[in-house]
């Protein structure tokens, strides 16, 4: 793991837990706003953001195209979404009344609720499988509210949170950074977009445009990664439609333009404005470091996100080791 601002945590190996490990079914610790100390100066915190700004450095200056190891649980991983994805094809929308928030998107949630353990416990090691319970808590979390049949960056952080557990157990490696925003996160991306499209899912907390996006926020700390000491491409590029359509491929921040492109109407300045202000930072490296800074305020550091985060034995709400 990274180190954070205020916080460290150590690598994953060296975080596994043995096999005497009592894993927790996590549940939710932060319920009014005075709580939320807690969760800063948590273990949790410094080891999710060790996380996320570990794969940050991880990613700077690669291109989604470029070599990297792909393991044998990153294989099991996109298997598991690629079920997500195939279980979409097999529950279509239902007729309604409400344009939005397709109420099959529901019964495509039951069959995760039902496997989401069986699917876990099939990427662990043999000897890990006892924290299946603890992890597949995570995998439900990360892909929308079937109340509300909507989707969001606390979601996104369960699927966060859920990787870095994989990393916790031992089952991801150091070795499989790349390979995890890559190739696993990227297929998440993929899977979540198809959800929105086939289910018309509500943004979950959106700010409409004062917001960065109405989904997801990640893509574009790592995206922004990928983009640092780039010869050419600079921030003000992104809004080219020519630059997006051409390298979105190879760059995860111009796939997330390209889908709004897609999904929005009007001009860019007025239905994304935020990421249009990004647009004039001079460089690379500022717009990674504001994008941190941001998830942070914005997501992390605010009540109605955090108070449904769940705390278990891999992500533990007891204060950060010294």
Same mark, same amino acid.
């Given at each position: 793991m990274a180190e954070t601002d205020q916080q460290s945590a150590s690598s994953p190996e060296d975080e596994a837990p043995d096999a005497g490990t009592a894993y927790i079914i996590p549940k939710k610790e932060i319920s009014m706003v005075p709580d939320m100390g807690k969760w800063k100066r948590s273990q949790a915190y410094a080891d999710y953001m060790g996380f996320i700004l570990t794969l940050n450095e991880g990613v700077k200056g690669k291109k989604l195209t470029c070599e990297y190891e792909v393991s044998e649980t990153v294989e099991k991983l996109l298997g598991l979404l690629g079920t997500l994805d195939r279980w979409i094809n097999e529950t279509p929308p239902v007729d309604q009344p409400s344009r939005f928030g397709n109420k099959a998107y529901r019964t495509w949630f039951s069959k995760l609720e039902q496997e989401a353990e069986a699917l876990v416990a099939a990427v662990l090691p043999a000897e890990k499988a006892a924290a299946a319970p603890e992890i597949a808590v995570y995998l439900k979390e990360a892909v929308g509210n079937?109340? $509300?049949i909507d989707y969001g960056t606390g979601h996104e952080a369960a699927f966060a949170t859920f990787l870095c557990c994989l990393?916790?157990?031992?089952? @991801? $490696?150091i070795s499989d950074q790349l390979a995890i925003v890559f190739k696993v996160f990227n297929r998440y991306l993929q899977v979540m977009r198809k959800l929105q499209r086939t289910y018309r899912m509500e943004p979950a907390g959106s700010q409409g445009?004062?917001?960065? !996006? !109405?989904f997801q926020f990640l893509p574009f700390i790592w995206g922004s990664s990928q983009f640092i000491d780039h010869p050419t491409l600079e921030p003000r590029h992104f809004i080219d439609e020519r630059v997006v359509n051409e390298q979105h491929q190879d760059y995860m921040f111009l796939d997330c333009i390209r889908f709004i492109n897609e999904m929005k109407t009007g001009p860019f300045a007025e239905h994304s404005n935020q990421l249009w202000n990004i647009s004039a930072v001079p460089s690379w490296s500022k717009v990674n470091q504001g994008l941190i800074r941001m998830y942070k305020a914005e997501c992390l550091e605010k009540f109605p996100v955090i108070q449904h *985060?769940? *705390?278990?034995? @891999?992500?533990s709400i007891q204060p950060a080791k010294p």
């Open positions: 079937p109340t $509300r990393c916790k157990v031992g089952a @991801l $490696r445009v004062w917001g960065l !996006d !109405d *985060f769940k *705390f278990g034995s @891999l992500l």
